[in-house]
């Protein structure tokens, strides 16, 4: 069976200060793999997504960016974080390509900014 | 731009009774919908989903139901349980795209 695994699960740093968040998937192979922020009050909105090694698409313009050094493994990192950055952040996979693939997200990650 | 629209924050239902919770959308080139559970401080979870060339689909106390012509989905739980208690996200894709678009959620209370 597949699993996801993001960490850490809690995370509190100052402003102005790096991020890196790490998403791994286990027990399939080339999938597409998604970062989604749901901000508080605020659906889900997605970030990044990759549909192989070294391939990102950037939906939202920010200070965020993503990386996929290994099939199965994607990154998300900040240079300098934003209090805006504060937020729930999920990992997702999904078998790719293909119809109708449903997406499954990892535990996620809670980021607050101070 | 918000193509996916659930309009309803929150519903509260009593246990043992329907819970409908809907889903507008404005993308005539979605084709495939799908409904995700998620409790505080966890990712989401499939729930179940339902093709542009259905207009019903079942699983066990869920259904969910496409009106195309209406753009809009609803999603029934009967009948309702307490643990059914969490936000519930619309998503909807375009016909070949990688990419799911989710509506903001709305929170169900099931009240015992």
């Known amino acids: 069976s597949q699993t996801i695994h993001q960490w850490p699960a809690t995370l509190v740093q100052p402003v102005g200060s790096p991020l890196s968040l790490e998403c791994t998937v286990e027990g399939t192979s080339n999938p597409n793999l998604y970062w989604y922020r749901q901000a508080a009050g605020r659906g889900l909105q997605l970030l990044f997504y990759s549909v192989g090694i070294g391939q990102i698409s950037s939906e939202v313009p920010q200070n965020l960016s993503a990386s996929r050094p290994q099939d199965r493994q994607f990154i998300l990192s900040s240079k300098k974080l934003l209090l805006s950055d504060s937020g729930f952040y999920l990992c997702?996979?999904?078998?790719?390509?293909?119809?109708?693939?449903?997406?499954?997200f990892g535990p996620g990650t809670r980021l607050t900014v101070l | 731009d918000q193509q996916v629209k659930q309009n309803s924050p929150s519903l509260s239902v009593q246990e043992g009774r329907i819970s409908i919770l809907n889903c507008d959308y404005t993308n005539s080139m979605f084709d495939y919908f799908l409904w995700y559970k998620k409790y505080p401080a966890e990712g989401p979870t499939f729930l179940i989903s339902i093709s542009s060339i259905k207009d019903k689909n079942e699983d066990g106390r869920f259904t969910v139901f496409l009106n195309k012509s209406a753009k809009h989905l609803s999603l029934h739980i009967v009948p309702s349980q307490p643990g059914d208690s969490a936000v519930y996200f619309c998503a909807a894709r375009q016909g070949g795209s990688e990419k799911l678009v989710f509506g903001k959620g709305t929170k169900l209370t099931v009240n015992p």
């Open positions: 997702a996979w999904s078998r790719g390509p293909g119809v109708n693939n449903e997406q499954f």
